[in-house]
């Protein structure tokens, strides 16, 4: 049977393009079924697999400027964080596409991964999912939903990947041509700040822009090897980021 | 002599009655078994039709699986009735005629957070129907769909839990990470 | 020889002992973790036949083209069409969400006269008694958020018929050449931050400079290339300054730094309140980089041009100007205010009649030229779901007022036939992303089809001749409902509304 070569699937973020509109906030949570907020959610409680943070050069007004930095699941890399202290293994980081899986159905919800995750890309379901009366008719098949009590994150829109892999495998293939399987913040950005791809496949766009000397690593320090690059000309974006 | 042991031979009689209720009839008890709605034979379909497989149930050229057929592919050549048989009759009479869809029972209808995809094992594996679905398209009548009871998930007596599925994986070096199969 | 307790004590424990040995405990555990798994309140999605179908979004101006991602007829997720010519393949987080207003709680469900429900019939009819009782100095009014439609023909022809009718809308006969301006001096318009398509702005970003005339430390401020901030009020006195640095006279020395910066960014163009004078010192229009003309609407009358206290009944869509503006042009005693919206906020607050209107994916609606676009534009706007009874569409209800049989989808069809007919312009079908030539579209009916499906036909360009008299006003897009996913981007993330 032929195997597919493993991808390290990573994306490229510039931070110089991103206005903080919140397409992205909004795409992903419409193809990951994630549900409205309670009134009680309050930014440490609420469900955003994908979060985009402002951040400002400090400087006095008029020359006040903003920058907005999206932050997700970094898919780390080396000793993932969350991988390794979960006591259900409900955390796996698969060798075929480099995606650290999360699976809420193990999750028995000690939200150990939440306190080792150092960038607060993990989020606990406080509360049953609930919608609007007749706003389930929305809800995207190839997403399952989740109940309370159990963690979740970004998996690169998963639905998306098997999605793209069962229309390769209609027409006999079994790799995934590039542009076919991005997931939904990719897709939705309007500035198109956001670059998805293989950073195995040293031919890709993302692979070329991880290499040149505009692209930073949050926390690069920690030795976690995430998969999300950031993008920027300006210095103090930069600084901040690794503050 | 039963006065001396009574205790264990009660003892032992109740590990009996256990093992028995155990092995024999709660793998039996636990499913609620369903009829299908509608009395049909992949046999004469076959036979008589020269249908295959894939002449109904097809995979779309997006790769999903359209699964059990709807009304409208039986309704194409059973507007009138092609042969004599009663059961025939009772299907035009009940569901093409009041153009209703037949409410068929899935045997191995997957939890929601589980993805099955017939693309890759038809398409890329290249497995044969009958390796998983066995001589079902060879039969004359539909068996029933067992249900579990408490669970509501489909008990079908091959595909129970996800051993069997995990099993042919390791054996053949398929994709074998949770998210390549879970949603 | 009886059946003591202790017998059935030692009889349970074989039992227990056995049942260990069993599949039994196994099963039930694994039985009741899947049960406590599958809550009935907690929802599934529904399965079927994933299907793409597109439509155009006429939750703005802008009209953004919708590919939606459908499971049977139902939409699941809305994404844009890739190298649309007015919305590069982008859609904003609202136009995200449009799938789900239907199920917000705010909907207005039936029509509704000073609060109370009635019945359609009743509510035409005690309209059309309020239009009859209008007196000679006073008027009848539509305020329509977008003109340009076949339904703003509808409403025009209504209003034909009265003696006083009359028909208010921002007229805005230009387009601006975004992708060849190197500087835009914004007063007070959110460029970055819902203004036109954010496709088409955000792909040129890069090639202009942005300077952002403004009080407050906006979205868009704060990405700005450069933020002036003035004095709430002073936009026509700062734009006087600049003028005055254009023509290289000492002035304020932001004014100076402004006008430095337009300088060295060639073409520019200046947008928002009070700037028709700095375009004309700008040369910014009819010229590349600029502001296009482009052939499009009849005039008509803004509304704050109209005399103050004249208006006996007023119609709208939704909603766009200040309710104070509204009610400084509406008679003192008797007025009588319909809106003809979804939403019971906005100003269904105030109105004395609410004529409930299905969402943009419920009906078949159209939308007029894109927002910015410098050419003539049309799309439909074709319904994915059924509206729910006792909506009714705008123009649909104007034709009903006015005794019209005609459908409102007849009256699209009409339009279409005329596009056919013109002759001009070509059609950029969503599903292929191929542009036809109109002539090539072999009728008006294929030319229908096309639409439907999900398409935008866009005119020619016109020959920029003549002088050219810039609005002063740069038309804003109208306030939007939210729906409850909106929670990501206040509540849950702190990042500001969009």
């Not at chain 3, 939606?68 to 649309?84: C, I, K, T, Y």
């Not at chain 3, 939210?482 to 929670?487: A, G, I, K, T, Y």
Request: charged share 20%; aromatic share 8%; with cysteine.
């Amino acid at each position: 049977m032929t195997k597919t070569k493993p991808a390290r699937y990573g994306m490229a973020i510039d931070l110089d393009r991103c206005t903080g509109c919140g397409a992205c906030m909004v795409a992903c949570a419409v193809e990951n079924n994630v549900p409205p907020a309670r009134p009680e959610a309050t930014p440490r409680t609420g469900i955003t697999w994908m979060r985009v943070y402002q951040i400002s050069n400090g400087a006095e007004s008029p020359d006040t400027r903003a920058a907005f930095i999206p932050i997700l699941c970094q898919q780390c890399g080396h000793e993932t964080p969350c991988a390794a202290v979960c006591p259900q293994e409900a955390v796996e980081v698969d060798p075929a596409t480099g995606i650290v899986d999360q699976m809420p159905q193990r999750c028995l919800g000690c939200r150990y991964c939440m306190t080792a995750c150092p960038y607060h890309a993990r989020y606990f379901n406080w509360w049953d999912p609930r919608w609007p009366a007749g706003m389930e008719k929305t809800l995207n098949p190839d997403v399952a939903t989740r109940m309370r009590g159990v963690v979740e994150k970004c998996n690169f829109c998963h639905g998306r990947l098997h999605a793209a892999r069962t229309r390769a495998a209609a027409e006999g293939r079994s790799e995934l041509r590039p542009g076919e399987y991005v997931p939904a913040c990719v897709e939705a950005c309007p500035a198109r700040a956001i670059v998805f791809g293989d950073l195995n496949d040293p031919e890709s766009e993302l692979a070329r822009l991880a290499r040149d000397g505009h692209s930073f690593r949050i926390l690069e320090r920690l030795g976690t090897e995430p998969k999300i690059y950031y993008r920027t000309e300006r210095a103090w974006v930069r600084e901040a980021a690794h503050a | 002599m039963f006065e001396e042991h009574r205790g264990k031979i009660l003892f032992l009689a109740g590990m009996l009655a256990a093992l028995t209720a155990g092995w024999r009839v709660f793998p039996v008890a636990r499913y609620q078994t369903v009829a299908q709605p509608v009395d049909f034979s992949h046999k004469i379909h076959a036979d008589k039709a020269g249908a295959k497989c894939e002449d109904c149930h097809t995979i779309r050229d997006d790769g999903t699986f359209a699964g059990v057929p709807t009304l409208d592919k039986c309704s194409s050549c059973h507007a009138q009735p092609m042969g004599t048989s009663a059961r025939e009759k009772q299907f035009i009479d009940r569901y093409v005629t009041p153009n209703r869809e037949i409410p068929w029972q899935v045997y191995v209808r997957q939890p929601q957070n589980v993805y099955f995809s017939h693309a890759f094992h038809v398409k890329l594996a290249h497995l044969d129907c009958h390796q998983c679905h066995g001589a079902q398209g060879e039969s004359d009548t539909l068996p029933p769909a067992r249900i579990e009871r408490i669970s509501s998930y489909s008990g079908s007596p091959h595909f129970q839990d996800m051993d069997a599925c995990e099993n042919c994986h390791r054996q053949r070096g398929a994709a074998n990470s949770c998210l390549a199969c879970h949603k | 020889m009886g059946f003591t307790r202790r017998d059935l004590l030692k009889f349970t424990g074989g039992a227990t002992a056995g049942l260990v040995f069993t599949p039994v405990p196994w099963s039930l555990l694994r039985d009741t973790a899947l049960v406590s798994e599958n809550w009935p309140d907690v929802p599934q999605p529904a399965r079927g036949e994933i299907r793409t179908r597109y439509t155009t979004c006429t939750l703005c101006p802008a009209a953004c083209g919708v590919r939606a991602r459908s499971v049977g007829d139902q939409p699941v997720s809305l994404a844009g069409v890739p190298e649309h010519p007015a919305s590069r393949g982008a859609l904003c987080a609202n136009g995200l969400l449009a799938h789900q207003l239907p199920f917000c709680t705010d909907r207005a469900p039936r029509p509704l006269a000073n609060g109370r429900a009635v019945s359609m019939e009743q509510a035409v009819a005690r309209i059309r008694a309020a239009v009859e009782a209008c007196g000679a100095n006073e008027s009848v009014a539509f305020l329509d958020p977008r003109p340009g439609r076949a339904a703003s023909l509808v409403y025009r022809r209504y209003l034909a018929g009265l003696a006083h009718g009359v028909y208010c809308a921002a007229s805005n006969p230009f387009g601006i050449d975004l992708e060849n301006t190197r500087a835009i001096v914004s007063f007070g318009v959110p460029v970055l931050d819902g203004w036109l398509s954010p496709g088409r702005v955000l792909a040129v970003r890069s090639q202009f400079a942005l300077i952002q005339i403004e009080p407050e430390y906006s979205r868009t401020a704060s990405l700005a290339d450069l933020w002036v901030p003035i004095v709430p009020g002073g936009e026509a006195a700062f734009a006087g300054a600049v003028e005055c640095g254009l023509r290289g006279e000492p002035t304020d020395p932001a004014a100076e730094r402004v006008a430095r910066m337009l300088l060295d960014h060639k073409p520019a163009i200046a947008i928002g309140t009070g700037t028709d004078k700095l375009n004309a010192a700008l040369g910014s229009a009819g010229r590349p980089g600029g502001f296009l003309r482009r052939r499009d609407v009849a005039p008509a009358t803004e509304f704050a041009d109209l005399p103050d206290h004249s208006v006996r009944v007023l119609f709208t869509e939704e909603a766009s100007l200040t309710w104070s503006l509204i009610q400084s042009k509406l008679v003192a005693r008797d007025a009588v205010v319909v809106v003809l919206t979804s939403w019971l906020d906005g100003y269904a607050r105030h109105a004395d009649y609410v004529i409930p209107a299905p969402l943009y994916l419920e009906s078949l609606d159209e939308a007029a030229t894109p927002a910015g676009s410098t050419v003539a534009g049309f799309s439909l706007s074709p319904d994915l779901i059924a509206a729910p009874q006792g909506t009714m569409a705008p123009p649909e209800f104007m034709l009903r007022l006015a005794g019209d049989a005609t459908s409102y989808p007849d009256i699209l069809k009409q339009r279409v036939a005329g596009l056919k007919k013109d002759g001009r312009g070509s059609v950029f079908t969503y599903a292929d992303a191929k542009s036809t030539r109109v002539r090539d579209v072999a009728s008006a009916d294929d030319l229908w089809k096309l639409l439907l499906a999900g398409a935008v036909w866009l005119d020619d360009p016109l020959r920029q001749t003549g002088s050219i008299t810039l609005p002063a006003d740069e038309p804003c897009a109208p306030a939007l409902h939210r729906s409850p996913l909106m929670s990501k981007l206040d509540q849950e993330s702190g990042l500001r509304k969009v």
